[in-house]
């Protein structure tokens, strides 16, 4: 390739352009670095809210239950339609609780009362009775006092709870000692308890009401954590609880992961629930972090390389305008100079012009000197614009004060006539006419003189004024 053809792709308007392409596809490379790396602490940020948030809102609901059922007990139940009242409400403000029961110290001078209250209730003989027995006649051995389960609404009729011996349920043991010695809320293990006729794995949360009452809230955990949670689940995160008490790997609830986990980035937390310890577990899916960076990354490199490309378009576009202007600059230079030129021209042109104007007249003014007369011009009003010097040596009289004035004041009388029709015959037949009359010079003396006129005519204004010129003479005037 030769030079000729190399060196416009060198040019500015090439290069130029050509660099700033280069220089923000590389600024927009390192915004997208920038970016993934913003976009990654970002989405772990947002996985830590999260996390955060699973754990506050299985808080809250723990904690708004155990208010709920304390109120419950505040209600100060004495009957089975009572309770059945209370109860309903606190069903319906938790949809997801399987069924609630009051369980109550009973002393045994009141057992046969309470035995006739639950007969009557149930319709059917009811004694205290242990809670894998429903048979009437298998009643508790006598004691001191007696730790029953008094009223009891479940979601499943089939079934009642109602006179079960609380503490002679194994799972439920140790944790209502706990609850009625220290006065808090505890927890049972996941397990299969049938007491409603409906076998299911159940957790019941004790929550103290008083020294000698418990209420019992028995919910499926994978039902009730799944509509805890299920507001801020999503596929993109999968999410699983444990009982770390129970020291089991089967989970108490988990939401599957909707593509491959990302193990590096799993958050826990720890909750407690009474006496139990529950672990929330939320793992990330592998596509989260590129489903977040891939829509940022291509915005910002559709906006980086139109940007660049702009720039490239617009910077190309002025180059080009700049080398336009610069020819035409070039151009207008060139003409400049010959505009220059030519008028110096004109200038020397005008000043040789002007001299011969000046020679001419001074030729003029010479030779009116030397024939000894003078010349004016009149407009057609024959008022005196333009009068010779030698009109003050004829005249006697200022060329001031002959200027301006009409010089028919300066006809002697006898010949106004005639030089008014001397000037109506250089209009009319277009040439000079010549008379001989006086003018009247200072102290009204006549001066005889010979008079050329010559009248100025215009195409479209007629007549505009006279050219004449005045020569003494020696003889009388003569009346034509």
Not at 242 to 252: G, I, R, V
Not at 257 to 273: D, N
Not at 324 to 333: E, H, T, Y
Request: charged share 20%.
């Amino acid at each position: 390739m030769s030079l000729a053809r190399i060196k416009p792709l060198l040019s500015p308007l090439t290069l130029l352009p050509l660099a700033l392409v280069l220089a923000g596809a590389l600024l927009t490379w390192q915004v997208d670095v920038s970016s993934r790396d913003d976009t990654r602490r970002q989405t772990e940020r947002w996985l830590a809210a999260q996390q955060l948030g699973y754990t506050l809102v299985l808080e809250q609901r723990l904690a708004l239950m155990q208010e709920s059922a304390r109120r419950l007990a505040d209600a100060r139940i004495n009957s089975l339609q009572q309770f059945r009242h209370q109860a309903t409400g606190f069903l319906e403000q938790y949809p997801d609780v399987r069924g609630v029961e009051v369980i109550r110290r009973i002393p045994d001078a009141l057992r046969d009362l309470i035995e006739a209250q639950l007969s009557q209730e149930a319709q059917q003989p009811v004694r205290f009775r242990d809670w894998q027995s429903e048979a009437t006649d298998d009643a508790a051995p006598e004691s001191d006092q007696y730790l029953v389960v008094r009223w009891a609404l479940a979601r499943s009729t089939s079934g009642t709870t109602a006179g079960i011996l609380a503490d002679s349920v194994p799972l439920w043991r140790q944790e209502l000692a706990t609850t009625l010695s220290e006065q808090t809320l505890t927890a049972t293990a996941l397990a299969s308890l049938e007491l409603d006729g409906t076998p299911a794995q159940t957790i019941r949360l004790f929550v103290p009401a008083s020294g000698n009452e418990v209420i019992a809230v028995a919910i499926t955990p994978e039902r009730w954590l799944g509509a805890t949670l299920g507001g801020q689940l999503t596929a993109q995160l999968g999410v699983k609880v444990h009982d770390l008490t129970q020291h089991t790997k089967a989970p108490l609830f988990e939401y599957p992961l909707s593509g491959e986990a990302l193990p590096a980035q799993t958050l826990r937390t720890e909750v407690r629930v009474g006496n139990r310890q529950w672990m929330v577990t939320t793992v990330p899916a592998h596509g989260l972090f590129q489903q977040a960076t891939a829509r940022s990354r291509q915005t910002i490199w559709l906006v980086g390389l139109a940007s660049s490309a702009f720039a490239a378009i617009l910077v190309a576009w002025l180059l080009a305008g700049r080398r336009r202007d610069q020819r035409q600059r070039a151009l207008a230079d060139q003409s400049r100079q010959q505009l220059t030129q030519r008028l110096d021209n004109i200038g020397v042109e005008k000043h040789i012009l002007h001299q011969a104007l000046a020679e001419s007249g001074d030729r003029s003014r010479d030779l009116v000197r030397l024939v000894g007369g003078f010349v004016c011009e009149l407009d057609e009003d024959l008022r005196i614009g333009f009068v010779s010097e030698p009109a003050t040596d004829m005249l006697r009289i200022a060329v001031a004060e002959l200027s301006g004035h009409s010089l028919l004041q300066r006809v002697a009388p006898s010949y106004r006539d005639n030089f008014i029709a001397t000037l109506k015959a250089a209009r009319e037949e277009r040439q000079m006419q010549r008379i001989d009359l006086d003018l009247l010079g200072a102290d009204d003396q006549p001066v005889p003189v010979t008079v050329r006129v010559l009248a100025q005519l215009h195409p479209v204004d007629g007549c505009t004024g006279y050219r004449l010129s005045a020569v003494p003479r020696h003889s009388p005037a003569r009346e034509d």
